[in-house]
C-alpha cells in the first residue's frame, strides 16, 4: 500500500514541484489548491500519466471547516495519511510596518500560520500512535526570510514564518515518542510565482547578486529537501530547519 502525502498549496511552484516528486516515490498524493483548480487538476494529470496515484481537493487552510472536510475526503479516498507538508502560504506587496493595515496581518498569519497548525493538528490525530496511528512525518515550509527579517517589504511575511519556525521544533519534540517527525524546510530566493503575487515578479533574478551561488533557486531542488525529509532516509531526524538558499 502506497503512504499517503497531503501538500497544501500544492498546485503550483514547491507544492506542486514536490507532488509530482512524492508521486514518482511511490506517494498517493493528495494535491491541496484554493483557488485555482486547473492547476491542481494539471498536476493530478501530470501523476497519473506517470503512473501514480492522486487527487486534487480544494480547502482554503485557514477555515477550519474546510480543513476538516479536506481530512476526511483524503482518509476516504487515499486511506491513512502517512505525511505532511504544509506548503500553502501567501505574500502580499512590499510594504513597511508603519503602513500595514490589521486586515493584511490577519490574512497573513490566518494561512502561513494559523493554517499550518490546523493541519498539523488533524495530521497528527492520524499518525500518532497516541492516537492509534502508524507514525508519519511533517514538513513544513518556512522561508529564509524568518532569518532575514525581510525590512522594507514583507516583515509581516517573515514574521508569520518565524512562527513556523518555532511551531516546528516544539511539535517535533511533542510528538517525536510518538512516531512523528516534524522538520522544516526554509526556501531562500526562488524562482516561483510568489514574488508576482507581491508585485515583483522579477525579484528573485534581480536579488540573485546578493547570494553566494549568484543565482535564484528552483522549485524542483526545494522538493527534494522536503521530499527526502518525508523519506526512511531522514528517520533520525527531526527539529531540524534546513536552508536552502543558496548560501544566502
Avoid at 483557488?35 to 486534487?56: K, Y
Avoid at 499550518?116 to 514538513?139: D, K, N, P, Q, Y
Avoid at 530566493?189 to 503575487?197: D, N, R
Wanted: aromatic share 6%; proline share 2%; net charge neutral.
Amino acid at each position: 500500500m502506497s503512504k499517503v502525502v497531503l501538500i497544501t498549496g500544492g498546485s503550483r511552484g514547491i507544492g506542486a514541484a514536490t507532488a509530482l516528486l512524492a508521486a514518482h516515490q511511490g506517494y498517493a498524493v493528495a494535491v491541496n489548491y484554493h483557488a485555482n483548480s486547473l492547476a491542481a487538476d494539471a498536476v493530478v494529470r501530470q501523476i497519473h500519466e506517470s503512473g501514480g496515484q492522486a487527487i486534487a481537493v480544494r480547502a482554503d487552510v485557514a477555515k477550519e471547516a474546510q480543513v476538516l472536510e479536506m481530512f476526511a475526503f483524503i482518509d476516504d479516498r487515499l486511506g491513512c495519511l502517512s505525511a505532511l507538508v504544509n506548503n500553502a502560504g501567501v505574500v502580499d506587496q512590499s510594504i513597511r510596518v508603519d503602513a500595514i493595515t490589521l486586515q493584511r496581518l490577519q490574512r497573513m498569519f490566518e494561512v502561513n500560520v494559523f493554517g499550518s497548525f490546523l493541519c498539523a493538528r488533524e495530521a497528527v490525530r492520524r499518525m500518532s500512535t497516541r492516537h492509534g496511528g502508524a507514525g508519519g512525518a511533517i514538513v513544513n515550509v518556512s522561508s529564509a526570510a524568518a532569518r532575514l527579517g525581510s525590512p522594507g517589504q514583507y516583515v509581516d511575511y517573515a514574521a508569520a514564518k518565524g512562527a513556523i519556525d518555532t511551531f516546528t521544533i516544539g511539535l517535533a519534540k511533542e510528538v517525536a515518542a510518538e512516531g512523528i517527525r516534524v522538520n522544516a524546510v526554509r526556501p531562500g530566493l526562488i524562482e516561483t510565482e510568489i514574488h508576482a503575487s507581491g508585485g515583483l515578479p522579477h525579484r528573485a533574478w534581480e536579488l540573485a547578486p546578493q547570494v553566494p551561488m549568484q543565482r535564484p533557486g528552483s522549485a524542483r531542488e526545494v522538493a527534494e529537501s522536503i521530499v527526502w525529509l518525508l523519506g526512511d532516509s531522514a528517520s533520525y531526524t527531526t527539529g531540524v530547519l534546513l536552508d536552502v538558499s543558496g548560501g544566502r
